[in-house]
């Protein structure tokens, strides 16, 4: 009895040469035919996600398997082997490959407008207009329908037929039938005309050319190709954008002295030094001094951390305070944010790959245009009518099936329902995205930027007996002033706000871990934790207490102040909640999901944020992670729900590009933003239901172009096997069919915010 054996490697390929998403569906069906080999190939990020037997298989077995189906596989170059800005995107340095298809699209739109324009307006039909309209189309079919062509080609080697086989052999029948009809039939006499009679009346096609046909078809497919092409580019971006975080170079500690050396060469063990301002260059223990550290980006906790000897720090994040020595402990691959990109990365190629509309009807449509096609000429032959009229009636089906208006269906309604997004602050980065919107039943929220504005600020002032705001503001705010820290910031913003200018500062000095003093206007100053008045003798008093414990069950920062020998009152500061989102939270809930609360912050500040705008305690889960962000909206797929993230920090990438609808806030970092598939530019949480609704209305009107571009071909499909198909009655559907998709989609420019 054979079982797969216990060691196992994974490797990810680059898979070259796929045209649609059944092309990647082949190369996973291939690849999972090997023995001991489980594979994922996501055809948006042009990559396979492969397990393998490591005694029995090998990469090059993998990579022999995929090019034996037709296609290309590579390893991918590490991250210190990438080209150089510049460089091509292929992974040989090749040009843009958006280039050549850039270069097909503009020749064939150029070329195929007056060749429709001659076949479609008589007016235009001079003597011999035929033949400039062979000149035009020709380089056409061949130069710009050459990747159709090409594709097709390597279908039918190994017995599939995509979306590129019809059009292909659509294309290709069209023009070789109208070579043979200018060359051996009647259409190349001058002063030929295409009849505008609407009678439906059998022809023995000698007559008839479908160079229009042949060359609209093409321009049309390939602007589809195009618009794909170019929302597929900025697939791996968040990976970038995550390892651009982290520090550059770092000041280590060699033999006593400090050198400056690229980060790339730390090793575990080494002493290095982070000044106030800079970012700590990989994870470590402090070793020496103390400071706030910022940890925002990577942990959502909205207050910065407190360290000191001892404590454990990471990589990327900020040093707010004083200067710090660390002891690195984990260094390249091994550090928290090389390991935040790789569960992006993870997340990005485990998802399944949402098939295009076009390509899943395509998989029943193209066999059965092809078939019948072969039917009709058989039909026609055993008739014995002859081969002009067979070849005719079989060409006619394969025209008349040829998906013109297919072409236009999806990157209209994207195009328009993108830019009508883009308007209202909504980005959508392609066609994928919106099946997923009609799904989702579940939308997670980061708190941390997303429900609130992600900046610490002064949310009350409580003062005893006796002592005002203004007085509390004025002296609390210009000592604050003088510190650097976070929440210090916060207390002198909101001073300067309110009272304008601040008076100096005397003798100020910053306690590590406890506050700050200083002489302000004549009076000694103490602003900080309890325990620092405290030890100047200054005791809360019972009401000021009271505030201080209401506000730290809250979970906001209270901070104590005194002056004069005598406490006299407690600022309250915390992360406020934008104005906006308990309304969003309401929006949310009217298109049928169910909010969740997911942040890093503790559970008590939590709680008071939902509390606030309406989301059930039951539904808030704090104090997590980011990997535990990623196995949260897991547990819920898992759980059978579809689920939608919002998020807008670092710590959110990998769990926006896991959701099945990732929602980045355009006010966030890079990352989230390239990890989500719908970029929200105001950073209004309000902008997310927004977002939802008009997904879900541009995925209806591709869904009804769908319909209606093949509705109308398919119902000419009987004329055209029966041999009755005008050649006018087959250039009107499928103009009309163009027409109706391009109006369709026009109507998403009417969406309005509500």
Not at 247 to 256: E, I, N, Q, Y
Not at 301 to 321: I, K, L, M, Q, W
Not at 419 to 443: F, M, N, S, Y
Request: aromatic share 4%; charged share 20%.
């Amino acid at each position: 009895m054979s079982t797969q054996a216990p060691a196992s490697h994974e490797v990810e390929l680059e898979i070259g040469g796929m045209t649609c998403a059944s092309c990647a569906a082949r190369v996973e069906k291939k690849l999972n035919r090997m023995d001991g080999v489980e594979a994922i190939v996501n055809y948006a990020t042009e990559k396979a996600k492969v397990s393998f037997a490591a005694d029995s298989v090998e990469v090059a077995d993998l990579i022999a398997t995929v090019e034996a189906t037709g296609y290309t596989a590579a390893v991918p170059r590490p991250a210190d082997a990438e080209p150089e800005a510049g460089a091509g995107a292929g992974a040989t340095g090749e040009p843009d490959p958006l280039t050549p298809l850039r270069q097909r699209l503009v020749t064939s739109v150029v070329l195929s407008l007056p060749v429709i324009a001659m076949a479609m307006i008589p007016a235009l039909q001079f003597d011999n207009w035929q033949w400039l309209s062979l000149t035009l189309t020709a380089p056409v079919v061949t130069y710009a329908a050459w990747p159709f062509h090409r594709a097709a080609w390597t279908n039918a080697k190994h017995g599939a037929a995509t979306m590129d086989t019809l059009v292909s052999l659509g294309t290709g029948a069209a023009f070789l039938w109208s070579l043979w009809a200018l060359f051996f039939g009647h259409a190349g006499m001058p002063g030929m005309r295409h009849g505008f009679e609407l009678t439906i009346a059998r022809s023995d096609g000698a007559s008839n050319i479908y160079l229009e046909a042949a060359a609209g078809v093409t321009a049309f497919i390939l602007a589809g190709r195009y618009f794909e092409a170019k929302s597929k580019r900025t697939a791996g971006a968040a990976l970038k954008a995550l390892l651009q975080l982290g520090a550059k170079d770092v000041t280590v500690l060699r033999d006593g002295a400090e050198v400056r050396v690229p980060t790339a060469r730390l090793a575990v063990g080494d002493l290095f030094v982070v000044r106030p301002g800079e970012k700590i260059a990989t994870d470590g223990v402090v070793e020496q001094g103390s400071s706030a550290v910022d940890a925002s980006m990577l942990t959502g906790e909205s207050v910065p951390v407190e360290v000191g000897a001892g404590d454990a720090v990471t990589g990327a994040t900020v040093n707010a305070g004083g200067r710090l020595v660390v002891r690195a402990t984990r260094v390249g691959a091994d550090t928290q944010l090389a390991r935040m990109a790789k569960l992006v990365e993870d997340a990005q190629n485990g998802k399944a790959a949402a098939q295009r509309l076009a390509d899943r009807i395509s998989g029943v449509f193209v066999p059965v245009v092809i078939t019948l096609a072969l039917a009709t000429l058989v039909f026609w032959l055993a008739t014995g009518e002859g081969w002009t009229a067979a070849f005719t009636a079989a060409v006619a089906v394969l025209i008349i099936a040829c998906p013109c208006a297919l072409g236009l269906a999806t990157p209209t309604a994207l195009m328009v329902g993108t830019g009508r997004g883009a308007q209202l602050g909504i980005l959508i980065k392609g066609p994928e995205v919106l099946e997923t919107t009609r799904k989702v039943d579940t939308i997670v929220l980061d708190k941390t930027g997303t429900v609130t504005t992600g900046k610490m600020t002064l949310l009350a002032v409580h003062t005893a007996d006796g002592v005002s705001e203004t007085e509390t503001l004025r002296l609390a705010g210009a000592l604050e002033h003088a510190s650097e820290h976070p929440i210090a910031a916060a207390v002198a913003a909101a001073a300067t706000d309110r009272l304008g200018t601040l008076p100096p500062v005397e003798g100020f000095e910053n306690v590590p871990g406890l506050g700050v003093q200083g002489v302000v206007d004549g009076h000694a100053v103490v602003a900080g934790r309890e325990q620092l008045l405290t030890s100047w003798s200054q005791y809360l008093t019972p009401e000021l207490a009271k505030a201080k414990a209401e506000a730290e069950e809250a979970g906001r920062t209270a901070i104590a102040v005194g002056w004069d020998g005598e406490a006299r009152a407690v600022l309250v500061v915390a992360d406020a909640v934008k104005p906006t989102s308990a309304e969003a939270i309401t929006r949310l809930r009217a298109l049928g999901l169910r909010p969740i609360l997911l942040t890093g912050d503790n559970a008590a500040v939590a709680r008071s944020v939902a509390a606030e705008v309406g989301i059930d305690a039951a539904d808030v889960i704090a104090e997590v992670l980011p990997q535990e962000k990623v196995d949260t909206v897991r547990r819920l797929q898992a759980e059978g729900h579809s689920v939608a993230m919002v998020g807008d920090g670092v710590n959110d990438a990998a769990a926006l590009a896991q959701a099945d609808l990732g929602l980045a806030m355009g006010t966030g970092t890079d990352a989230a933003i390239e990890a989500g598939d719908l970029t929200l530019v105001r950073g209004d949480l309000r902008s997310a239901a927004d977002a939802i609704r008009l997904s879900r209305r541009t995925l209806a009107t591709i869904k009804g172009n769908l319909f209606w571009a093949f509705a109308y071909n398919v119902a000419a499909i009987p004329l055209a096997a029966a041999g009755l198909l005008n050649p006018m009655i087959a250039g009107g559907a499928m103009a009309f069919s163009s027409v109706f998709v391009v109006g369709n989609s026009l109507r998403l420019r009417t969406f309005r915010t509500r």
